[in-house]
């Protein structure tokens, strides 16, 4: 990833060379377990990094890339450089909140952008196969070859529930008790029932009331009990 964020990744099987190797990572995580410390890492499959390669060879070769309809495109060819993201990016791909450097991945070719993402039953979608493989594949690949512990998922909201049913299964046929939380920012209970993530982020009943209440001085101690308590009777 060219970025400092990393949420732009050009590849899901290699550790960033920023940070290491694969067999430093997997050396890592032996450590940590030896030291009883259990390893979760971010996972951010809603996108990729306009780096990546199967994005590269889609704009590069078009509709003739085996790998066209993993992304989205409004328009081809792409202007400019292979390694730099374009102008108004969205009038070519479409892309996270309109960053060009991170174009979404498509998991279900009947439903354009958003749309997709609301439906539980895979009945009703047409899951984009080679794409959902291939993701699966390196959810197992991360739990077995470097051993982690589980994932948060980076921007959760913004993939199909029904492609989580099935990251979740493939993850607990790997680990059984390998940990899922997924990155929600409002109440998330429809996440939260066995189906998909054992947890998730908390900023609506945790973060934003301790910002508010410790770190901004803005609610009173009442009023901070009061914003954290429903979170206990939201989730199961």
């Excluded at 780096?51 to 409004?74: I, L």
Aim: charged share 30%.
């Amino acid at each position: 990833s060219k970025s400092n964020h990393k949420y732009d990744d050009a590849t899901y099987m290699e550790v960033d060379p920023h940070f290491g190797t694969n067999e430093e990572f997997e050396a890592f995580v032996d450590e940590c377990h030896e030291r009883e410390i259990r390893v979760v890492i971010d996972l951010a499959i809603n996108h990729t990094g306009h780096t990546h390669w199967a994005f590269v060879d889609a704009r590069e070769k078009g509709p003739q890339s085996e790998y066209w309809d993993w992304y989205e495109w409004n328009d081809w060819p792409v202007p400019g450089d292979i390694a730099s993201a374009p102008p108004n990016p969205l009038d070519y791909y479409d892309c996270w909140w309109g960053f060009g450097q991170m174009p979404n991945l498509n998991f279900d070719l009947s439903r354009p952008g958003d749309q997709e993402n609301a439906v539980g039953d895979v009945e009703e979608a047409e899951p984009n196969e080679a794409l959902v493989a291939r993701l699966l594949d390196v959810a197992q690949y991360w739990l077995e070859e470097a051993g982690v512990d589980g994932y948060r998922l980076d921007v959760a909201g913004e993939v199909p529930f029904w492609f989580w049913e099935q990251f979740r299964d493939r993850v607990r046929s790997v680990k059984p008790d390998a940990y899922i939380v997924g990155e929600l920012w409002g109440s998330s209970p429809a996440w939260v029932n066995g189906d998909y993530f054992d947890a998730v982020m908390n900023y609506k009943y945790f973060r934003e009331p301790v910002m508010r209440f410790i770190c901004r001085g803005e609610s009173s101690a009442e009023e901070f009990d009061r914003e954290l308590a429903p979170g206990r009777f939201v989730y199961p």
